[in-house]
């Protein structure tokens, strides 16, 4: 009884997380660039159940021990793109990234609601410098035109083209807040994207969709709490009736 109140035990707290997953999706609903989180399961390792004191030793099956939550993986697909007419603001079309300089290094990004810097530099919503193939990119200019090769010019006069970043595995990519990645091994390869400028790509995530899995997850969580109720009873009974006898 207390390994069942255990294995339910397990699934509650598995059922948290990926509830957790779930909540941080619908925050994120109306972020431009974010790149939704799925949480994924996996159980431990079966019990062998076998009958003893009644002959010899027979197996009669096995028993799950519970679960928990394997990783939590970002789904990499692409969000609807939403016209703004902001020349700052721009998307990739494709699997491509846009490098950005942080304290803590290149960083990449989805999130193309850019702006323009004291310096005339271009920037995300957080500062930090939206980075060409040549360097950090001023646009300090009254006219801002972008190319879907991503070559930016600036009143008529090219100002360097951004540097865009492919991966060979998504899944290498660590999410840092902010809607930015850090590149732990991904594998970079030739960008294809093509950028919309006055375009922004907006969250991925599909609110009904998350709010069914939020209901799911409840219901999952409901269960294993009752489970963990019945054995407590099951205990009790064993414990204050059962021994009497």
Known sequence: MIKGIYTAASGMLAESIRTDATANNLANVNTAGFKKDAAVNKSFADM???????GPVQPVGSVGTGAEVDEIVAIHTQGMMRHTGNPL???IEGQSYFAVETPAGVRYTRN?????NSLGELTTADGHAVLAENGRLVVNGSSVTVSE??????????????RLA??????????????LFQDTGAGQKQATGLVRQGTLEMSNVNAVSEMVNLING?????????AVQAHDQLLDKAVNEVGKI
């Open 166 to 179: 492919e991966f060979n595995d998504e899944k290498r990519l660590i999410k840092e807040g902010s809607s």
């Open 48 to 54: 062998l159940i076998s009958r003893i004191n009644d």
């Open 149 to 162: 090769e991503g070559i930016v010019s600036v009143d008529g006069i090219e100002a360097g083209r951004l």
């Open 112 to 116: 193309g609601a850019f702006s323009r």
């Open 218 to 226: 409840y219901r999952a969580y409901e269960v294993n709490a009752k």
């Open 89 to 91: 603001d721009l998307a």
